[in-house]
């Protein structure tokens, strides 16, 4: 939000508002900008955390199709059959990746985008109360301005419908101003009544997520736990790295 109610405060003029009362205003007007920026990167920094997490499942996927087609996994069966189950194992996990994504879109995503749907809405009614207070400034400076006129009746005449426009663009002005001076603060105090939920569905959809994963490898672990031909095969890979961690290179 780049509105800024201050900018007329740029050079020194008498003003129908007191100082005070437009600096109690103008801190619920920041406030609401700082929630407004927040909320935007809430919600990019969600679907950029939903990105990673559908990117993390295709990256393994991707390891995976290497390896299986990588001539070593092919012609050595102890291990194609461990890549193998390595990539039943992350089907499963890729199943409830796409579901945990697709409940972060419905109870965090979604609703802060909605969100974001009401500041250009604030944005409009801030940018008509500072011109309604410009219109009110400017018939009451107009006002004072005839007053000092010899009082003829032509000018007298202006005068009095200088006076009503003063009691119309007043009117409007604190409409603007008390609606905006009562909802700014509610708004702004709702964010925690709006976001908490969203925020405890998805701590409890990671949680439900990662013991779901946990589950998922610790059962893949125990499998190879108990495979003879792979525990073997790791066997032999240990012999081979203590047989080239004992060479000595020497040169001549």
């Not at 927040?38 to 993390?56: F, G, I, P, V």
């Amino acid at each position: 939000m780049s509105w800024n109610i201050f900018n007329r405060y740029s050079a020194p003029k008498k003003s129908v508002v007191s100082r005070t009362t437009e600096r109690e205003f103008g801190r619920e007007v920041k406030r609401v900008e700082s929630l407004d920026e927040t909320s935007k990167k809430l919600y990019k920094d969600t679907k950029r955390w939903m990105e990673s997490n559908a990117a993390l499942s295709q990256s393994e996927q991707k390891i995976i199709q290497d390896l299986l087609l990588n001539p070593v996994c092919q012609s050595e069966a102890q291990l194609n059959e461990m890549v193998t189950e390595w990539e039943k194992a992350t089907e499963k996990q890729n199943s409830h990746s796409k579901e945990l994504n697709i409940v972060v879109q419905k109870t965090m995503a979604d609703p802060v985008k909605r969100l974001n749907t009401i500041f250009p809405s604030i944005q409009a009614a801030l940018k008509k109360r500072e011109q309604s207070l410009q219109e009110y400034e400017k018939s009451q400076a107009k006002v004072e301005k005839q007053k000092n006129r010899e009082r003829t009746g032509q000018n007298v005449v202006k005068l009095d419908l200088s006076k009503k426009a003063v009691e119309r663009t007043k009117a409007e002005f604190d409409s603007q101003n008390q609606a905006l001076s009562e909802d700014l603060p509610k708004f702004v105090e709702g964010r925690i009544e709006y976001i908490q939920p969203c925020l405890e569905s998805l701590i409890k959809s990671q949680v439900s997520y990662n013991s779901e994963a946990l589950k998922i490898y610790t059962d893949l672990e125990d499998h190879w736990k108990t495979s003879k031909d792979l525990s073997e095969m790791k066997s032999q890979h240990q012999q081979t790295l203590s047989d080239i961690k004992a060479l000595s290179i020497t040169v001549d």
